[in-house]
């Protein structure tokens, strides 16, 4: 498999750099910011909506992980390492709504706009996929929402998503197979999805 | 088809298959376009899963539209204050030119980092140790410095750049107390006057309110109002490039500013308007004449004293070797670098910037 070869590269430069990081290096730590800060925004985003918030957390994580780095542990997913971290921040802020841990349904956190984003897909012949997936989303409790952004967006692995949710794999495994089932209900995904879900769950 | 059903659930569990839907790349891509090839029945199988994938994708990145893309860049100013850049080592070297001064500076500040390791190694540990309470400064040299003004009607604040703020009454500014780093940035609030030291490297900010005034060597007024959010930039000599920190990455919405112009922000937000000024109008503070530095016979334990009071900033030195030191000297070098430079070339010393605080290492004298 060329994918775990390539994967495997990435990582031992992440770790690289991560490692100079520790050592004090300036410039590996700009690096490391200018590769994990956007991304870490776009999820601290998509999970607070709080735009002060989030840059409050990205702050005060990098600020501090510049402070702390020689005590800091080498890693092994950085990425994760980084979310798990930012969500912290976030819930460590006090400010994350409290719902989100009760699993409610819906939330008052999406915003209805319709982006620029949605309008340009709007014309192409997927619009409605959209459209439903858009509302039958708005559906999921926040905390499958989060898993559904951190597989399908982030692209990470059950594995981690459980690291950086702080669940166990089970866990997370169980959150996204009960959001595919939500989602089926609106959007028909294949049946044979839930299926898997079902048998590997 | 249940077979072809059954892979398809399996593509959407598979995360390598989710990152290449995701983003893909050439391996990724050639990886894939194999795999589907084995089989004709994978082709839509492909196709299908990439599909489902790609819409929750989409519904997702639009979740995040309204999230401002320049948070980062935002918030790496704020973080970059708090990186350390250890060395500031510079040394003047008069008529040594090209790439001869670069070759020599190199070397002398090898050599000199060297001794310094050497032999001033513990000195320094222990003259941190003396000022213990001053943990914070020896956390990073980006420590900040604040001056409020609220008693005397102007008060003049000597920046180690050279520059010269006069601050009005009720007004206070901060910046990072060794003024060291690419960008010379000020906060203000309140009402002061700057004669900015030229130095088309680094170029010099103030930040006020939302509002940023960039310069690079000039003198100007800025008054601004926290609460209304007005701020008021009158440009004396020079010119000034003004604009809301929101706008930093626009063009168009950035105002130059020249001799004799100004600028007003009524609010946070609407769009500021230029004005002309009568000549000489500009509020000018007094600045008073430069400096004297010049030293007759001078201990160093006085010409890092006047430094200090001057500057604002700690200036570490062994004072028992030094004791018998007497230095004649003009420091009319425009920073407080310069200055340090000159009297390093003078004494042979050298000096370093660590937490906040400058650290000469002299020879000493017999």
Known sequence: MQ???????????????????????????????????????AYGYRISKVEHLVKDAIQDLFIELWRSRE??????????????????????????????????????????????????????????????????VKELSLRQQEAVSLK??????????????????????NILHRALLTLRQHYHLPALLLLYFLVAG | MQNSETETAALLQNDDFIRWAISPDEQSNAYWENWQQQDPVREEMLQNAKKIVLSVYHNERALIDGLDK?????????????????????????????WMKYAVAASVIAIAGMIFFRSQRKPVKASIALNAG?????????????????????????????SRIVLSKNSSVHYARLFNRNKREVYLTGDAFFDVAKDAKRPFYVYSGNVVTKVLGTSFRIISDDQLGKVTVSVKTGKVKVF???????????????????????????????????????????????????????SLQDILGALTKTYHIDIVFDKAKNEKCRVTVSLDGKSLYDKLDLLCMVTGATYHTEGGKIYMDGKGCN
């Open chain 1, 3 to 41: 994918q775990h070869i390539e994967v495997k590269v990435n990582q031992r430069e992440e770790s690289a750099l991560w490692d100079r990081f520790r050592r004090g290096d300036a410039d590996a730590f700009a690096c490391l910011y200018d590769q994990y800060a956007f991304s870490l925004a």
């Open chain 1, 71 to 136: 005590s800091l542990p080498p890693v092994k997913c950085l990425n994760a390492y980084l979310f798990k971290a930012i969500r912290y921040k976030l819930i460590k802020s006090g400010k994350l709504k409290v719902k989100y841990y009760t699993d409610d349904k819906l939330s008052d956190l999406l915003s209805d706009d319709i982006s620029a984003e949605t309008a340009i897909l709007r014309q192409e012949e997927e619009t409605m996929t959209i459209q439903k997936l858009s509302s039958a």
């Open chain 1, 152 to 173: 399908f967006y982030h692209g990470f692995t059950n594995d981690q998503i459980a690291e950086i949710m702080g669940v166990h794999y089970q866990s997370a495994t």
């Open chain 2, 70 to 98: 320049d948070i980062t860049r935002k918030a790496w100013e704020e973080i970059s204050r708090h990186v350390e850049t250890r060395t500031a080592k510079r040394f003047l070297l008069p008529g040594i030119s090209g």
């Open chain 2, 134 to 162: 001053d943990i914070m400064a020896n956390a990073s040299d980006s420590e900040e410095i604040q001056f409020s003004n609220s008693a005397e009607l102007h008060r003049l604040i000597n920046l180690p750049d050279g």
């Open chain 2, 244 to 298: 809301r920190q929101s706008d930093a990455q626009h063009q168009k919405d950035q105002y130059l500013l020249i001799r004799n112009e100004q600028l007003v922000f009524l609010d946070k937000e609407t769009k500021p308007v230029k004005a002309s000024i009568q000549d000489g109008s500009v509020p000018a503070s007094e600045i008073p004449a430069s400096l004297s530095f010049s030293f007759d016979e001078a």
